[in-house]
């Protein structure tokens, strides 16, 4: 699947008259060229072990382990950093989920205003379900239908109003 994207993404840049060589790498050594700042450019699918963003923090804040624009700093280097820091910090202290909403997309329109690394789209996946199952929202994010399971149902039939 990944080798399909990045011979997507190759001819698509030819077409706009960039050359792409690329060379595919063993997780371990990809990581290693990645942290060592030694690439023009990687291509690779970041999995995360939560939908909760705020469980997520090693990619959102400056300091995290997982920050993949600017890696291995103390504090932020921008004030947009600063100000994801902040956001996301808040979002991950606080237990009002409107409000955990509101700081994330906020930290999203900062990280997309500075755009300090390229995402591409999610792959098109298909989920299939009863037709008794209600509140259904699939999601790109494991697990597909089960993400949001607070909000599913089951749809009454005729036989239950019967009753």
Known sequence: MRERSV???RE???KVGLKVDPVPMEGNAMFKSLFAH???AIYFALEFDSLDPGRNLDFWLSSGSFHVWRMKQPKPGTTWEAEIDSLMTRQSTTIDMAERR???AE???VLAAHEPAVYFAAPKMYVATSSRLGGVTA???APNVLWNAEALY???TKTDARR
Do not use: T, V
């Open 7 to 9: 011979e997507m993404i």
């Open 12 to 14: 698509h840049l030819r």
């Open 102 to 104: 509101k700081l994330l």
């Open 139 to 141: 999601s790109g994010l």
């Open 38 to 40: 030694a690439y023009d």
């Open 154 to 156: 089951i749809k009454p």
């Open 107 to 109: 930290a999203e329109r």
